[in-house]
């Protein structure tokens, strides 16, 4: 059922001064972060920092307690979700430089005719999405698609929004992008079954905003493929084929190290692998009867999310790397151009942690806990309206969720797991709601897309829009049943 945050509040407690001032101090570290990072344009880790220690302060901590709080958070979230960022970053890169995106890209579209061409890049999307963060799938696909729709004269709208769609349904509701993984963290859900459910709830947001939306928008908004995008795509293509020809990394001519892109078997198989281990854990931890024994145990050790990924880390080695003729060196090289991309991320998500820390320290959780109460709406609802508002004044997806994380994360104790799951996703769905012009990203899709910002609006802002109210019906629907 829907649980409401009336139902959370203790009734032990009355209104205090204290939680009205505790109150006006979330207020001001929210502005205080968007300021920073809208107004001054300054990095996130910073803005964060900065409003970590005013919350301590302003709440009557301490010097030494601010600094204390915010770095034993820090050091918490990262190293919980840090690595697990780190480990989908390498499977991503190890993705990409093998030819796994291009082999997956190019069979799909063998298999269905052009007018199927929409759903099936919305499911190749979210495949490769599974693993990778946004921007960097994005990247990657871009290219690729782009070059499809000049080949086959497609419009590029009708190709490139299904991948939008893909990108962002998994990046918004499926672990292990750091958004998911935040909100879970914060309301002590479980991976397994959060996973379950936000793999439910992305099949019809897919197709929602896949090719249901594509179908309507791309009649009615100018776009073409920039020269300048044709020019990265052979550019992309002519470093990965270089691992084929000269390796510059061993010296070594063609022959000594021949290049194949993987299978479709080998290359889908390891891109699931980590999801098919912790939805077989959460299996696993949903039947009583199983519990004990040798088999729970290997499954219990696999299914954690960092075990899932290292051990889909070392199999892509080989699927990605040296089943393809690849040398040590070159998927060293591989390896090591897998971290730069993901540090910004890491260090955004760690000062988070030490915002999300502070919160707790100086019982700002309880007066949010306390006011919440006397709102009388589900408790997802608030969750998502918590998390809209920031992506809306913030444009990151990832900093909306760790910022409403730490706001309505204290609000999740006493919740079954099932609700806490829907918690988290309600998070999720929310951060995904109206990214527009203060929105990196969107620049991106303009850019690729050849779209003006009004196109671009129309088509990236709406189509995140409809993703997110879609997953919220979802699941306010899903709420009512588990």
């Not at 892109?261 to 854990?281: E, F, H, Q, R, Y």
């Not at 994360?409 to 829907?422: F, K, V």
């Not at 990203?441 to 409809?466: C, D, N, P």
Request: glycine residues 10%; charged residues 10%; hydrophobic residues 55%.
């Amino acid at each position: 059922m829907v649980c409401s945050a009336a139902g959370l509040l203790s009734a032990d407690r009355t209104w205090t001064s204290e939680d009205t001032w505790l109150l006006v101090v979330v207020g001001v570290s929210i502005a205080i972060v968007v300021l920073l990072i809208s107004w001054l344009k300054i990095h996130a880790f910073l803005a964060l920092t900065v409003s970590s220690l005013t919350v301590s302060l302003l709440a009557g901590q301490s010097a030494q307690k601010a600094i204390v709080s915010f770095t034993s958070g820090l050091g918490l979230i990262t190293g919980s979700v840090g690595v697990l960022i780190i480990l989908g970053a390498i499977l991503g890169r190890m993705l990409a430089d093998s030819g796994g995106i291009e082999q997956v890209v190019n069979t799909l579209t063998r298999m269905v005719r052009p007018e199927r061409l929409p759903w099936a890049v919305t499911l190749v999307a979210a495949l490769i999405g599974l693993p990778m963060f946004f921007e960097v799938g994005f990247v990657m696909l871009m290219p690729l698609v782009l070059q499809l729709a000049k080949q086959i004269q497609y419009p590029v709208l009708r190709v490139g929004m299904p991948v939008v769609a893909g990108l962002a349904t998994v990046h918004a509701l499926v672990p292990p992008h750091p958004g998911p993984l935040i909100a879970i963290q914060a309301v002590h859900a479980s991976i397994g079954l959060t996973m379950l459910y936000g793999l439910l709830v992305a099949v019809p947001c897919a197709i929602v905003v896949g090719p249901l939306f594509t179908a309507y928008i791309w009649p009615r908004v100018p776009a073409h493929v920039p020269d300048s995008a044709t020019a990265a795509f052979t550019t992309d293509l002519h470093h990965r084929n270089g691992a084929a020809g000269t390796d510059s990394d061993t010296g070594h001519a063609k022959g000594a190290a021949p290049y194949r892109m993987p299978s479709l078997p080998a290359t889908l198989g390891t891109i699931l692998l980590p999801i098919v281990l912790m939805t077989l854990k959460a299996v696993f931890d949903s039947i009583p009867m199983s519990h004990g024994g040798t088999l729970f145990a290997v499954v219990e050790f696999l299914g954690t999310p960092m075990i899932a990924l290292l051990v889909t880390v070392f199999v892509s080695l080989i699927t990605f790397g040296y089943a393809l003729g690849f040398s040590r060196r070159h998927v060293q090289a591989s390896l090591a151009r897998s971290f730069a991309p993901v540090a910004g991320v890491i260090v955004i998500v760690g000062a988070g942690g030490g915002y999300s820390q502070a919160l707790q320290d100086t019982g700002v959780d309880r007066a949010v806990t306390q006011a919440a109460g006397h709102l009388h709406i589900p408790l997802l609802l608030l969750a998502w309206l918590v998390a809209a508002l920031m992506r809306t004044i913030v444009g990151s997806g990832t900093i909306a969720t760790i910022t409403a994380a730490g706001i309505v994360g204290p609000l999740s104790h006493g919740l079954a797991s099932s609700q806490a799951s829907l918690l988290a996703l309600a998070l999720g769905s929310g951060a995904a709601f109206a990214g527009h012009v203060n929105d990196a990203a969107f620049w991106m899709a303009k850019e690729y897309f050849g779209t003006s910002i009004s196109g671009t609006l129309r088509t990236w802002t709406v189509s995140h829009t409809l993703l997110s109210l879609t997953s919220l019906a979802c699941l306010l629907l899903l709420s009512t049943v588990v």
